[in-house]
């Protein structure tokens, strides 16, 4: 098991998992001689739990096509070789990202409907309790509007069974809400949407702030654009929280006040913690797999687990194949 | 002269700027009668300013093209055709935005060395006094590795006159830093620029995070990209800004702190105020163009002005011409 806390975070982060899932089952892969002690800690996991042990392991700076050829082995392809057996439902990973995907679009394979598997995650926005999907995240650099339609079902069906959300309504990201705006796969994948039948409904075409403002449930758009607003929005974030911070800094009044802002400082941190939105999906496989942040603690990777638990729980790719295969391709895009 | 306040924030912030350039003179193009009541509040911007009356002007929803087609006299194109008949040296518009793009494209011409103008503007970043200018912001959807290389140029000559940067690191906006990631025109872009003398560095790729960490003077993407990067960013700092308040309101204890911390929250207020980055500036063209944000007030406008007069002052097109010239496109690359 990988991640740069792993894997100390992988078996305590299980152990938060188990008490909320009584039906887990766990099954760690990597070296015996670490995971055993830590998992003698916790009594209850320990008996639902079983141990792979593998040495081999994929490294944090491995190129994913030296993983694929030369870590078969590895305690991350053995976890997904798992999931494509059966023997287990979902892999959850803090690994190598990179690797991580290769691995599983090789082992688990896409699903016949999906031509390309996404990337995607989950945000807080302006409306309390309200989250947004994003996706792709970067698994697809540039795509074709069936690539972004099927990332639209993809994306829907992640809404209805992880966030709870009936009928998800979904958009298009571009730089204008217009009609005539934007490059030519999101024109046509914005008229292939409005006339099909998605879980949701489709809601047309909107703009970077909308992915924060609680309007929308899921924003579709290419992995290259995907992970420019992923990263641009965390930078954001700690740009502001810098400034804040040197902005206390400088006013001798406001450190007086500081002590008494703490409850409001704690809840903003709350709310924004990265540590609830850190299950990075890969959708569209034939097995289900979840992918943590690398530097996360075990609140973090409890939560990875938790989105895997819903997925299963929510029988995520046989509701996707149900939607999907109703899909009546009538202009058949091209590829 | 357009926006959602003119010609109130216009006159007032040409009179702000006034005061700071003693050899600006202004030409205002719009409704005399609306003009001049606001114009003689200041007596001495009076001295230094003619106004040419037209009752014609672009509406905030002209398309581009209806307005290229059916606005020749408008305020608008009015002053660009001042520009372009070297009247003025600079047109600043709080107008219609795709209008402004699309009038000064035909009216004032691409320069000879650029195949493609951008718009650039800059941000604050976590370092004090440091900022990072991006282009393009969304005048080209899809971009050849050339177009890139020539925004390089433009973004690094911006910032060598308007920044005052005196050898600005450029980088390439990728969704990794490593050399073999990205699109096919970003890794061309990239080996061109590596052989290329830039007016500062080429530094390589970058990610969205980097934008705002400080460590780069100009980040080079497509106007796509570029586009969605400062919506995510703006949608970001508008949810904090709500988390923020809705801690304070949900915890008694903070609101008691409240007036305390106002300096500081006034000091980060001023750090990220829209108005000091209100410049979006039109590069590339053979007349300078600075597009003010419609929804601005007089500071805002005012800055937008200063941002013209330092291209004016530091002859941003014959110090753009010096450098891309002595470029040898050794591997002419595709268009």
Redesign the interface.
């Known amino acids: 098991m990988g991640g740069d806390n792993a894997p100390d975070i992988v078996v305590n982060g299980a152990a938060l998992s188990a008490r909320m899932h009584k039906n887990m089952q766990c099954l760690f892969f990597g070296d015996k001689n670490k995971i055993e002690p830590i998992l003698s800690n916790h009594r209850r996991l320990s008996k639902i739990s079983k141990i792979i042990h593998t040495d081999n392991a994929v490294l944090p700076n491995d190129k994913p096509t030296i993983a694929l050829r030369k870590r078969k082995n590895s305690s991350m392809n053995l976890a997904i070789q798992a999931v494509a057996n059966k023997e287990a439902d979902c892999v959850i990973s803090a690994g190598n990202t990179g690797a991580l995907m290769l691995l599983a679009l090789f082992g688990l394979k896409p699903l016949p409907q999906i031509s390309r598997p996404a990337i995607a995650s989950y945000y ?3 409306k ?1 309790n309200k989250r947004t999907v994003l996706l792709d995240m ?1 698994a697809n ?2 795509c074709s509007a069936k690539n972004l339609v099927e990332f639209a079902f993809l994306g829907s069906t992640f809404a209805q069974v992880v966030l709870k959300v009936d009928k998800p309504s979904v958009c298009l ?1 571009n ?1 204008g809400t217009e009609d005539m705006k ?2 030519e796969e999101l024109k046509e994948a914005a008229s292939l949407l409005a006339n099909i039948s998605l879980p949701g409904s489709f809601n047309g075409f909107a ?7 609680g309007n929308i449930d899921v924003v579709v ?1 290419d ?3 995907g ?14 929280a ?3 911070k ?3 800094k ?2 001798p ?2 450190w ?10 704690y ?2 941190k709350k ?2 913690d990265p540590r609830l939105y850190n299950g990075g999906v890969f959708l569209g496989l034939q097995g289900l797999c979840v992918k943590s942040h690398g530097g996360t603690d075990e609140i973090g990777f409890s939560n990875a687990i938790n989105v895997g638990v819903k997925m299963v729980q929510g029988q995520f790719n046989s509701r996707l194949a149900d939607t999907i295969e109703q899909v009546n391709w009538q202009q058949e895009p091209k590829k």
């Not at 703009?207 to 403002?213: A, L, Q, S, Y």
């Not at 007086?256 to 400082?265: N, S, T, V």
């Open positions: 807080p926005t302006m309390a970067g650099l540039q990201l730089i934007g490059k703009e970077g702030d909308n992915i924060m403002d758009t992995g290259f654009t992970n420019v607003a992923l990263k641009t929005s965390e930078g954001t974030a700690k740009l502001i810098s400034m804040l040197s902005a206390f400088s006013s009044i406001s007086l006040g500081y002590p008494l802002i703490l409850p409001a400082l809840k903003l709310n924004i």
